[in-house]
């Protein structure tokens, strides 16, 4: 399933719909979560979708599709699993600090995806700033 398109920006869904993405989307609004990873063959190139790139903006989703919050890319890489760094996992804002606390909670959580995941797995690394938060306070 390729990015859902949203007001002209490639839509951003994190997580799983329901609580978890919720939770995940809270992360951002409050400003504690500037970065997402994701698998690159299975998010990305089975998909048809390019990288993010820097200066391009996201439609963040909630659980129903509606747009909750827009995201401005300020940085965006290609890294292989067993290189993810302690930058990213910090700046990932879900609880890790290490790039190896970063690959034990994704390993598991991808490989129960089905997805294969080695040293060699190219992981896409995505920074990004909150830009516009449209949550109705």
């Known amino acids: 399933m390729a990015f859902p398109v949203v007001n002209g920006m490639r839509g951003i869904e994190f997580g799983s719909p329901g609580e978890n993405r919720e939770y995940l989307n809270s992360l951002v609004l409050d400003a504690n979560k500037r970065a997402t990873?994701?698998?690159?063959?299975?998010?990305?190139?089975?998909?048809?979708?390019?990288?993010?790139?820097?200066?391009?903006?996201?439609?963040m989703l909630d659980s129903n599709g509606s747009h909750v919050g827009t995201l401005l890319i300020t940085r965006a890489e290609l890294v292989r699993f067993a290189d993810v760094s302690d930058e990213f996992a910090i700046a990932e804002g879900e609880g890790e600090v290490t790039g190896d606390e970063y690959r034990a909670g994704y390993k598991p959580m991808w490989e129960r995806m089905g997805y294969e995941v080695t040293d060699d797995t190219?992981?896409?690394?995505?920074?990004?700033?909150?830009?516009?938060?449209?949550?109705?306070?």
Do not use: M, S, W
């Open 37 to 59: 990873a994701g698998h690159f063959k299975h998010d990305y190139e089975d998909q048809g979708e390019p990288l993010e790139h820097v200066g391009e903006k996201l439609a």
């Open 122 to 137: 190219i992981v896409a690394t995505v920074y990004f700033d909150l830009f516009e938060d449209l949550r109705k306070n």
